[in-house]
Nanobody, 114 residues
Framework: QVQLVESGGGLVQEGGSLRLSCAVH????????MGWYRQAPGKQRELVAR???????NYADSVEGRFIISRDNAKNTIDLQMNSLKAEDTAVYYC????????WGQGTQVTVSS
């Protein structure tokens, strides 16, 4: 059974930084895409950033240049460094792993106060 456990959310002022981490417990196929999604109240879940097992990255336009996604294939962890946070970054952030099967974490709240 695969479990994704997120940590690192919290409350921060605008302009501040947070680092989210996700640990993948259980066996997953080595070729996969790991990513972070977010969902704000009343909005659909959206992609924030993703990274392939080969290291290729994609970012949403709204976070490009501010957020950095990274992964450690040996430890099966993915991190999201979030800098220059804005109030509109407030959302529940979800860790995601996709190969033949898709897995989701339980979500971690990020609140940016203006």
């Amino acid at each position: 059974q695969v479990q994704l456990v997120e940590s690192g959310g919290g409350l921060v002022q605008e302009g501040g930084s947070l680092r989210l981490s996700c640990a993948v417990h259980g066996r997953i196929f080595s070729v996969n895409v790991m990513g972070w999604y977010r969902q704000a109240p009343g909005k659909q879940r959206e992609l924030v950033a993703r990274i392939s097992s080969g290291g290729s990255t994609n970012y949403a336009d709204s976070v490009e240049g501010r957020f950095i996604i990274s992964r450690d294939n040996a430890k099966n962890t993915i991190d999201l460094q979030m800098n220059s946070l804005k109030a509109e970054d407030t959302a529940v952030y979800y860790c995601n792993v996709r190969s033949f099967i898709e897995y989701w974490g339980q979500g971690t709240q990020v609140t940016v106060s203006s």
